[in-house]
């Protein structure tokens, strides 16, 4: 039975939906708000789908109407449902799966965990480090002290203890990259890079005017000799590298392979920027920085982690470089955020942020299972615990034809430009796999991302 409201404001479908508790542990309250959780993911409850009134639910159960009530108030707040007095009990609708343009974007990777964002008021509201009045002023140049001790916490679980003395808060790890960067390099200086780096390096590097020299990789990033004979024969004095997890190849260095870099960093007195974005995915939980402190500057931030619109991060760094990077960071902005500095630090005292990275690992590794599923008998390179996959394409291909062929099939993809340092542009594209907000949205990008693979005739054209 259709029901619509007098206002025309939404349409509602009457449903015979009942919760499966079987095998659900913990409160019923909980069990009933899990499975309808599990049923809005699954899409058997869709969007505009009216939940059984509260009594009937609990008379089928055999349980109280408080204990229903409970479970209804736990699902709103995870942002599942609606209630209208007199009208029932609603699920909610979803941010649509695709742009306004139809298109599905896989070029950039946002993973967002829907249950901690229906608890920001809360957690701001209710759960502040600091007092107003220090939150809404000038925060000393480095971060508050209280914040940046959060920080440390967090780089702890990441494998990088760190002294909050030796560290700065940025506005997320391209400020930090940005920064960093002004305070080591002079315009017409050369950076050594991955041959295949973050996009984001390169935009900084035009902005700023540095050169750009690529250093060639294999599976697992940088190889040693390309590093010194590239040490022997430039005048470069910094390096960027991503150690774990390389944006956009998904390499993860050995053990054996980060200590052939530091020695090479040691032996030219290289200083190092070290790029830990996606760290807190990484199964090799011994960053570079650890082995050569006062050779490097670690950048990260909780933009993948946890949230990018947060815009928080932070560099370590040995003192006279932390120094010259404040004064780089009050140039930029002053100071950062403090009012999202202490909600993040909130969330790292009392575990929130753990757990949604610790999430977010299990999503992504899902989301892993389904590329490796669908793209069987493809040639790409990526890592079990990474949100990126490098796809090699087939020789008929041009990195710039098959991204537009994509779009013309619906979906948004990097061309191999975007990362490339040098003339000699590979075949291949860069797939996020975090932005899609379902698995199921993810598959469908991705089974179109293929049938552009087996399609034998090039003939796309641009999307405007």
């Not at 974005?277 to 006062?294: C, D, M, N």
């Not at 010259?324 to 960071?329: L, M, N, S």
């Amino acid at each position: 039975m259709w029901i619509v409201s007098t206002d025309n404001a939404y349409i509602a479908v009457m449903t015979m939906w009942l919760p499966n508790l079987e095998g659900r542990k913990g409160p019923v309250y909980r069990a009933i708000a899990d499975a309808i959780d599990a049923d809005v993911e699954q899409g058997s409850l869709r969007a505009g789908a009216r939940l059984p009134p509260h009594r009937d639910l609990a008379d089928h159960l055999g349980v109280t109407v408080t204990t229903v009530t409970r479970a209804y108030t736990e699902a709103a707040r995870r942002g599942l449902t609606s209630g209208h007095v007199g009208r029932g009990t609603f699920i909610r609708g979803r941010e649509p799966e695709e742009s306004d343009n139809g298109l599905v974007d896989l070029s950039i990777n946002v993973l967002m965990p829907d249950k901690e964002v229906a608890n920001l008021e809360v957690h701001l509201m209710r759960r502040r480090v600091l007092p107003w009045t220090q939150l809404l002023g000038y925060a000393p140049k480095r971060g508050h002290l209280r914040h940046r001790q959060a920080m440390a916490a967090w780089l702890t679980y990441l494998g990088m203890p760190a002294d909050p003395d030796h560290i700065v808060l940025t506005a997320g790890a391209q400020h930090g990259l940005a920064t960093t960067m002004s305070a080591l390099l002079k315009p017409g200086e050369t950076l050594l890079v991955e041959d295949l780096t973050y996009s984001g390096v390169r935009l900084l590097s035009q902005q700023m005017h540095f050169k750009l020299r690529g250093v060639s990789m294999d599976a697992e990033g940088l190889k040693p000799d390309a590093l010194d004979a590239a040490c022997r024969t430039s005048r470069a004095t910094v390096l960027y590298c991503m150690p774990r997890l390389q944006n956009p190849t998904s390499a993860v260095m050995s053990e054996k392979r980060r200590r052939q870099i530091a020695a090479i960093a040691e032996k030219y007195r290289l200083t190092v920027i070290e790029d830990d974005t996606y760290g807190f995915l990484s199964p090799e939980r011994w960053p570079l920085a650890r082995l050569i402190p006062q050779r490097t500057v670690f950048v990260t931030s909780l933009s993948k982690s946890l949230f990018p619109g947060m815009r928080l991060g932070c560099a370590v760094a040995p003192p006279g470089i932390l120094e010259r990077i404040t004064q780089a960071v009050w140039a930029t902005m002053i100071t950062t955020s403090s009012i999202g500095a202490d909600l993040l630090s909130g969330w790292i005292e009392d575990g929130t942020a753990a757990r949604i990275a610790d999430w977010k690992r299990h999503e992504g590794a899902a989301r892993q299972a389904i590329a490796k599923r669908v793209l069987t008998g493809q040639k790409y390179q990526t890592h079990p615990c990474s949100p990126h996959i490098w796809l090699t394409l087939p020789t008929r291909w041009s990195s710039e034809g098959f991204v537009a062929q994509a779009r013309s099939h619906g979906v948004v993809l990097n061309s191999s430009s975007e990362f490339t340092v040098g003339s000699e542009q590979p075949r291949a594209t860069r797939l996020c796999l975090g932005t899609p907000r379902t698995r199921g949205s993810l598959e469908q990008a991705l089974v179109r991302v293929n049938e552009c693979l087996v399609d034998r005739a090039p003939t796309a054209r641009a999307v405007v």
